[in-house]
């Protein structure tokens, strides 16, 4: 079975440009959360969507910050202007059904690099 | 709210000996209780994870965990540790009840296995 597909695996851009982060979720499963992991903080929830609705998004650090999930298989996470602090790898995972005992599957995350 | 603290960032440890990567929680709610292990450049990888009943739970890899109530406790261990489980380990809990999904993340132990 496919796992989580995040595209790309590793983005490089000059501050200032819009970043479109994608994911494709496991197919079934309709959970699904954007997380961001960096040294400093570890990994941090940023947002998450229960049936391509976003439920919560307390942990989108700024306005410029912005997701969507137009349909079951596939969701954005979007940083416009970007700043050299958005430096992170960002994770997508895929969570079936809404039970919270049920894991979440991780994608292999998209390393952003803002100059 | 919920926050997980992992006390130690680094464990060295000799091939073949064991091991136990130590993860306290708070949590004002009942909390399910997981531990993801992520090796170089990839997403997050279930190990095993606590929903109730038994205190002993065990997962892939040979991994286990106890989850002491009394003592907001989920430690780690794995009785002869391989150099393949270089990695880093991540504790995380989720709220089991209405309140805000999402995994609440430890900083991680970095698990150095020497030969």
């Known amino acids: 079975d496919a796992g989580v597909i995040q595209s790309p695996r590793h983005e490089v851009t000059e501050m200032g440009q819009e970043v479109t982060l994608r994911c494709k979720p496991i197919?079934?499963?309709?959970?699904l959360f954007w997380y961001r992991q960096t040294m400093m903080r570890g990994l941090e929830l940023l947002i998450y969507f229960n049936n391509n609705v976003p439920i919560d998004d307390s942990g989108m650090p700024e306005d410029r910050f912005s997701a969507k999930m137009p349909n079951a298989s596939f969701s954005t996470l979007k940083i416009q202007p970007s700043e050299p602090r958005d430096s992170a790898v960002y994770f997508c995972a895929s969570r079936s059904g809404q039970g919270r005992n049920q894991p979440q599957h991780f994608g292999d995350g998209t390393r952003l690099s803002i100059l | 709210a919920q926050s997980v603290t992992q006390l130690d960032s680094q464990v060295p440890v000799f091939e073949e000996a064991p091991v136990e990567l130590r993860c306290n929680y708070s949590s004002s709610v009942s909390v399910y209780l997981f531990w993801y292990v992520q090796y170089p450049n990839q997403g997050l990888q279930l190990l095993l994870k606590y929903l109730s009943g038994s205190t002993l739970v065990k997962g892939i890899n040979g991994f286990e965990a106890e989850f002491n109530k009394s003592q907001t406790s989920f430690h780690l261990r794995k009785p002869s540790v391989h150099i393949s489980d270089t990695a880093e380990y991540f504790c995380a809990v989720s709220d089991s009840g209405g309140g805000a999904d999402g995994l609440t993340f430890g900083k991680g132990t970095h698990l150095i296995i020497q030969p």
């Open positions: 197919s079934g499963h309709n959970s």
